[in-house]
């Protein structure tokens, strides 16, 4: 019955989604790419015109919108097409090690870390795994992630299960509450953030984002002419999102060969710990204080492992299933950033460090079983590679660079509030 009524009512909100018969036209006075005028156009009479902000200029209005999961690929060609002509062309936005959702968000907002890499963690004080659906649906995920208090909404924690369920219908939902709180709030600062994406990209891949974004342009580009248009207006996503069907990763199977067992808490050295959750292309791992090396070449050894790495003494160490000499040595182009995102990555100053992480190939994941059962997996993120670690960055009001460090981004949102000091990193073995 909850099923039923509730996407019912998602069925319901998107019916505004129709589009209006009311046009807009954009003008680019000075030839610089992007929009310096908004025009509403009803019946051949322009209505309503908006001028954008002067570039470099500091609006007294921000509107910050977080589109999760959408690569700068994806991005850049629909700006190529035409569409989201109110903003300088897109940076390429750097995710960090692993490319996560929270993990990112808690450096593009410059909040304080989350307690998980992606909602469970392994808490070794505690000898317990904790976080995940219980914590998200009890509303004690904002605690857990403290980057979500910066959002000013985002959808409910009850929609979250139905974005593998009905994915084009919750975003369609989702981005219609958006358009309301954008045209009702006077608030001179907001920060939204539509997640819905990300589920869009896993379950029905590249293709469904791009068809959404063009939704978002559509809507988008009528409030700009409405009168936002004279607002800072940043998007930006938090990682990319790769392109192919992905399957399992054998965990369980190369732990045992290796002599290890996957557990629930760490009581010998044979125990492994992984509090998996979504179906990502990373693995996040916690062993018995200095199993790390034989954990990971175990790992490793499996069809569909990448790399592994791990910390020794503060010295990163890597292995991968070439044997490799220097396993971190790769190709920029594919694995961009690879030496100083995987050093950043094991210092993740989160209370609850895994000690190893694993990069899987791009045609395996790794994560909750439960989610399999319903998601088809047309895509996911996670991993050191292009294609998953590349979000974007977009402003009507500077001209970013062509790429950007996810650490480089928080100055051009103008936001008001203080970033949460930087916190220390504490070694896994060291704070247990």
């Known amino acids: ?29 000075d030839g610089d790419g992007r929009a310096d005028r908004f025009e509403l156009v009803t019946n051949g009479m322009v209505e309503r015109s908006t001028r954008a902000p002067a570039p470099g200029t500091d609006p007294e209005r921000t509107l910050v919108l977080a589109i999760d999961g959408i690569p700068y690929d994806v991005f850049a060609h629909e700006q190529a097409e035409g569409r989201f002509a109110a ?12 490319s996560l959702t929270d993990v990112s968000f808690t450096a593009l907002l410059r909040t304080l870390p989350s307690m998980a890499y992606e909602d469970k963690y392994y808490d070794r004080a505690a000898g317990e795994v904790k976080g995940g659906l219980s914590e998200r649906v009890g509303g004690d995920y904002r605690s857990l992630a403290p980057f979500h208090e910066v959002f000013d909404w985002e959808q409910p924690v009850t929609w979250g299960g139905f974005v593998y369920l009905a994915p084009s219908r919750v975003a369609e939902a989702e981005l219609l509450r958006v358009v309301e709180i954008i045209r009702e709030s006077e608030d001179p600062e907001l920060v939204l953030y539509l997640g819905s994406t990300d589920g869009l990209g896993h379950e029905d891949g590249r293709e469904a984002l791009r068809v959404h974004l063009r939704r978002i342009d559509h809507l988008l580009t009528r409030l700009l002419a409405e009168g936002v248009g004279g607002r800072r207006v940043v998007l930006l996503s938090d990682h990319g999102m790769s392109d192919e069907e992905t399957r399992r990763f054998d965990l369980e199977s190369a732990l045992e060969r290796g002599g290890y067992r996957l557990a629930d808490r760490l009581d010998s050295p044979a125990d492994v710990v992984v ?3 979504g179906l990502i292309g ?9 199993e790390e090396e034989g954990v990971a070449r175990a790992i490793v050894a499996q069809e569909g492992a990448d790399f592994a790495v791990w910390l020794a003494d ?10 490799a000499a220097d396993p971190l040595d790769r190709s920029p182009q594919l694995y961009p950033e690879l030496r100083r995102r995987v050093a950043e990555g094991l210092r993740y100053p989160t209370p609850h460090p895994a000690n190893v992480i694993v990069d899987l190939e791009p045609e395996w994941h790794y994560g909750l079983r439960l989610f399999e059962a319903f998601v088809s997996m047309a895509g996911t993120h996670g991993s050191a590679r ?12 500077d001209q970013t660079p062509p790429w950007m460090d996810v650490a480089e981004v928080y100055p051009y ?16 073995c060291a704070a247990g």
């Open 314 to 323: 503060d010295e990163v160490k890597a292995v991968d299933r070439r044997g």
């Open 1 to 29: 019955m909850f099923r039923s009524l509730a996407l019912a009512g998602l069925v319901a909100a998107c019916a505004g989604l129709s589009p209006s018969e009311t046009s807009v036209r954009t003008v680019d006075e």
């Open 87 to 98: 903003f300088f062309p897109a940076s390429r936005m750097l995710a960090p090690f692993p």
């Open 275 to 277: 509090p998996a959750y």
């Open 386 to 397: 292009y294609e998953q670690s590349v979000g974007f960055v977009a402003s009507n009001v």
């Open 413 to 428: 949102l103008a936001l008001e509030r203080e970033p949460a000091p930087v916190a220390r990193f504490v070694p896994a």
């Open 282 to 290: 990373s693995i996040q791992v916690y062993t018995a204080c200095g």
